[in-house]
């Protein structure tokens, strides 16, 4: 049987060294490797734990340095001391002892002598206290795990309060939560066929469609291979409902992988008309094409086109509706990708603009008068958001927010959708960061 927390590290070194996505690398480590149910779950707490707080771990342990350390032997310590501060559960004794075991036959005697000096010379000192840092934004970010930039930026574009409440958020656990794939049956249909299949499962809050997962891998249930299921954050469940295409509608998704919007459009249409899909990546269509045949769907075409193209592909005015999908920043998403703090810079937000603006400019043009489009992203950054859809107010006179938008979205979300546009933040509702904006073609 593998050590879980062997498997962690090298885990954590994938991400933070190689790169890897946190989700693709524990689940190769998952696959890979014989695990108990609970030390699945120990492993993913973690690798989760330690990349959430990666930042004030460092804080912790920077001063116990001498000298250059090798890059393992750091995340050691940080996933070692996560387990001390913040998992009731381990004894320190045995967090340290489990560590000192690793660093041994990971790089020899040496390196175990040194790693348990390190952490027992860090548990005869008292922690730093946070009061010492006067700035502050600067305490946030150290307290929170989130770098400085995006403090900044979250407490200039929407206030500080706001800023303390998305920095919290995104350190809580979060629950898989499904949609419903209408196509087979309801939500309270799927519910009892889960419950028979010894999930705990209970209605999500936000969306008419959701599911939370409270205990068991639904992904394991027959219910899933069946495909009365997709697993989907309840905001970006909101966007389907935000289009709300009608039976027969031609409709396009400009970037659709893994296809998870692209599903719910193709199941509110209830099998008829036809969704559109494309995704720039190849090996992304293929994935967008495993969904649809899952859920058992027969009115989606995918195919592989870089959205900035699509007017090469598609004739002006073809479409009764669009959704634009759009690549983003992902700072809505930290709770679940806590890896994107570390490596997400500023500069990549002015790129990532560049590109939403170019492909809402590119498909503009393609919807019928009278038709609808929704402009979505997983990200909480007024630039890319609410700012881009005003700019591109300001260059496409034919269009229009929508303002009819709240009246398909939960009442719930009544007051925060405003003009067409509704932004979410982690800790509103238990769900991502999240934008949709509805715009009208005039016809
Ligand atoms: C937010 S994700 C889409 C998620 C998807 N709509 C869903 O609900 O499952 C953005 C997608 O845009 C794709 N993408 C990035 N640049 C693109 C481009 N120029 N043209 C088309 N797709 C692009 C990415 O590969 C990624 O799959």
């Given at each position: 049987?593998?050590?879980?927390?062997?498997?962690?590290?090298?885990?954590?070194?994938?991400?933070?060294?190689?790169?890897?996505?946190?989700?693709h690398?524990?689940?190769?480590?998952?696959?890979?490797?014989e695990?108990?149910?609970?030390?699945?779950?120990?492993?993913?707490?973690?690798?989760?734990?330690?990349?959430?707080?990666?930042?004030?771990?460092?804080f912790?342990?920077?001063?116990?340095?001498?000298?250059?350390?090798?890059?393992?032997?750091?995340?050691?310590?940080?996933?070692?001391?996560?387990?001390?501060?913040?998992?009731?559960?381990?004894?320190?004794?045995?967090?340290?002892?489990?560590?000192?075991?690793?660093?041994?036959?990971?790089?020899g005697?040496?390196?175990?002598?040194?790693?348990?000096?390190?952490?027992?010379?860090?548990m005869?000192?008292?922690?730093?206290?946070?009061e010492?840092?006067?700035?502050?934004?600067?305490?946030?970010?150290?307290?929170?795990?989130h770098?400085?930039?995006?403090?900044?930026?979250?407490?200039?574009?929407?206030?500080?309060?706001?800023?303390?409440?998305?920095?919290?958020?995104?350190?809580?656990?979060?629950?898989?939560?499904?949609?419903?794939?209408?196509?087979?049956?309801?939500?309270?249909?799927?519910?009892?066929?889960?419950?028979?299949?010894?999930?705990t499962?209970?209605?999500?809050?936000?969306?008419?469609?959701?599911?939370?997962?409270?205990?068991?891998n639904?992904?394991?249930?027959?219910?899933f291979?069946?495909?009365?299921?997709?697993?989907?954050?309840e905001?970006?469940?909101?966007?389907?409902?935000?289009?709300?295409?009608?039976?027969?509608?031609?409709?396009?998704?400009?970037?659709?992988?893994?296809?998870?919007?692209?599903?719910?459009l193709?199941?509110i249409?209830?099998?008829?008309?036809?969704?559109?899909?494309?995704?720039?990546?190849?090996?992304?269509?293929?994935?967008?094409?495993?969904?649809?045949?899952?859920?058992?769907?027969?009115?989606?075409?995918?195919?592989?086109?870089?959205?900035?193209?699509l007017?090469?592909?598609?004739?002006?005015?073809?479409?009764d509706?669009?959704?634009v999908?759009?690549?983003c920043?992902?700072?809505?998403?930290?709770?679940?990708?806590?890896?994107?703090?570390?490596?997400?810079?500023?500069?990549?937000?002015?790129?990532?603009?560049?590109?939403?603006?170019?492909?809402?400019?590119?498909?503009?043009?393609?919807?019928?008068?009278?038709?609808?489009?929704?402009?979505?992203?997983?990200?909480?950054?007024?630039?890319?958001?609410?700012?881009?859809?005003?700019?591109?107010l300001?260059?496409h006179?034919?269009?229009e927010?929508?303002?009819?938008?709240?009246?398909?979205?939960?009442?719930?979300?009544?007051?925060?959708?405003?003009?067409?546009?509704?932004?979410?933040?982690?800790?509103?509702y238990?769900?991502?960061?999240?934008f949709?904006?509805?715009l009208?073609?005039?016809?």
């Amino acid at each position: 049987m593998a050590n879980a927390r062997e498997l962690a590290l090298q885990t954590l070194t994938d991400i933070l060294i190689e790169g890897a996505y946190s989700n693709h690398a524990l689940s190769e480590q998952i696959e890979k490797n014989e695990l108990t149910v609970q030390d699945k779950n120990f492993m993913t707490e973690l690798v989760y734990g330690t990349l959430q707080h990666e930042q004030l771990l460092n804080f912790y342990v920077t001063p116990f340095f001498k000298g250059k350390v090798k890059a393992w032997i750091r995340i050691l310590i940080q996933m070692t001391l996560y387990q001390i501060l913040f998992l009731d559960s381990v004894p320190e004794h045995a967090a340290i002892s489990e560590a000192v075991t690793i660093a041994k036959k990971r790089g020899g005697q040496f390196n175990g002598k040194l790693v348990n000096a390190i952490l027992r010379e860090i548990m005869r000192t008292p922690l730093p206290s946070f009061e010492t840092i006067k700035d502050q934004e600067e305490r946030l970010a150290i307290e929170t795990s989130h770098p400085l930039w995006l403090i900044k930026l979250w407490s200039k574009q929407y206030g500080y309060e706001k800023a303390v409440q998305m920095a919290k958020a995104n350190n809580e656990r979060v629950h898989v939560t499904i949609r419903v794939n209408g196509v087979k049956g309801t939500r309270e249909e799927l519910k009892q066929k889960l419950e028979s299949e010894g999930i705990t499962c209970t209605y999500g809050s936000l969306s008419e469609d959701a599911l939370v997962v409270l205990k068991g891998n639904v992904i394991q249930t027959k219910a899933f291979e069946q495909g009365w299921f997709y697993v989907q954050d309840e905001s970006s469940m909101l966007v389907g409902r935000a289009l709300k295409p009608k039976h027969h509608s031609k409709v396009l998704d400009t970037c659709s992988a893994p296809g998870g919007k692209t599903t719910h459009l193709a199941e509110i249409m209830r099998q008829t008309g036809t969704v559109y899909a494309h995704d720039v990546y190849d090996h992304k269509i293929k994935l967008i094409e495993a969904n649809v045949n899952r859920l058992g769907l027969t009115n989606v075409v995918a195919t592989l086109q870089d959205a900035m193209t699509l007017n090469e592909r598609y004739e002006a005015e073809s479409f009764d509706a669009i959704l634009v999908d759009a690549p983003c920043s992902g700072l809505g998403i930290l709770r679940r990708h806590p890896e994107v703090k570390l490596t997400k810079k500023p500069s990549d937000l002015d790129e990532i603009t560049s590109i939403q603006k170019q492909i809402l400019n590119t498909v503009a043009p393609l919807l019928k008068p009278g038709g609808t489009l929704v402009y979505s992203t997983c990200t909480v950054n007024r630039k890319e958001n609410d700012k881009m859809i005003e700019q591109f107010l300001g260059q496409h006179s034919d269009y229009e927010l929508d303002s009819t938008l709240v009246k398909r979205l939960p009442d719930a979300l009544s007051d925060q959708t405003q003009h067409g546009m509704v932004q979410l933040f982690p800790g509103d509702y238990q769900t991502d960061g999240f934008f949709i904006a509805c715009l009208k073609r005039q016809g």
